[in-house]
Nanobody, 117 residues
Framework: QVQLVESGGGLVQPGGSLRLSCAAS????????MGWYRQAPGKQRELVAI???????NYADSVKGRFTISRDNAKNTVYLRMNSLKPEDTAVYYC???????????WGQGTQVTVSS
């Protein structure tokens, strides 16, 4: 059974930083993409940053230069370092892992990030 457990969210002032973690377990399939999405109130869930099979990364334009995705394969953990946070980064952040077929698509429970003074 695939489990994705996020941590590291919280309340931070504009300009501050946070690091999110996603600990994965139970993955028994080839991974196509793995990374982070977010959903703000009243908005659709959107891609933030992901690893793509082969090692490349993809970032949303709105976070390029501020957010960095990384991973520790030994710990089966993916991280999202978020710097220069803005109020518009406020959202629930979800970890996702997807295989090469539509059935293999898993989400974590989400972690709240609130950027406010």
């Amino acid at each position: 059974q695939v489990q994705l457990v996020e941590s590291g969210g919280g309340l931070v002032q504009p300009g501050g930083s946070l690091r999110l973690s996603c600990a994965a377990s139970g993955i028994r399939f080839s991974i196509n993409t793995m990374g982070w999405y977010r959903q703000a109130p009243g908005k659709q869930r959107e891609l933030v940053a992901i690893f793509i099979s082969g090692g490349s990364t993809n970032y949303a334009d709105s976070v390029k230069g501020r957010f960095t995705i990384s991973r520790d394969n030994a710990k089966n953990t993916v991280y999202l370092r978020m710097n220069s946070l803005k109020p518009e980064d406020t959202a629930v952040y979800y970890c996702n892992v997807a295989g090469y077929d539509l059935l293999r698509n898993y989400w974590g429970q989400g972690t709240q990030v609130t950027v406010s003074s």
